[in-house]
């Protein structure tokens, strides 16, 4: 079994900077493929739980009350490119609009509530590495995938009628 990055928050952990997690419903249907291998970089970056809104702009990353907090983004983002590297880690499934984690859009940088074009500072960093990045929006497409290629296998090896 392969083994997958995914955002701690999507299995149920209360990393985010509010405490709560994003339980993905399809998390244990993903088991059925893939070894998880849960990792929040915020947190591995050295942020608290909860902690101050961030946002990323550009190159840096700053929380609401303007704290440059751009070093410990950097840091969870190294982090999880090691344990990629370590594991021999191939995929990550990461939480959308994050400034850490977004995959297809993250918020604007400056606390409007509106999202933009854009990737997290990990997945920028992991997907310059080779490694392929979804969001948690993507999971079910990839889950029709694998019981696709599971379907194909159990075909071949039926005796034909």
């Not at 929040?40 to 946002?55: A, D, F, M, Q, T």
Request: net charge positive.
């Amino acid at each position: 079994m392969k083994k997958t990055l995914v955002s701690a928050c999507l299995v149920g952990d209360k990393v985010t900077y509010d405490k709560h997690g994003h339980y993905h419903p399809l998390i244990k249907e993903l088991l059925k493929y893939y070894e998880l291998v849960p990792f929040c970089p915020e947190v591995e970056g050295g942020l608290k739980i909860p902690r101050k809104k961030s946002e990323r702009r550009r190159n840096e990353v700053k929380n609401e009350v303007g704290l440059d907090v751009t070093k410990q983004f950097n840091l969870g983002a190294e982090k999880a490119l090691n344990i990629c590297q370590y594991l021999n880690i191939k995929m990550a499934i990461l939480k959308e609009d994050s400034p850490s984690c977004g995959v297809h859009k993250i918020y604007n940088g400056l606390f409007q509530g509106r999202k933009i074009p854009g990737q997290g500072w990990t997945t920028e960093l992991l997907t310059k590495h080779g490694i392929k990045v979804i969001s948690e929006n993507e999971i079910e497409d990839l889950l029709k995938i694998k019981k696709a290629e599971e379907d194909r296998k159990q075909a071949k090896g039926k005796p034909q009628k």
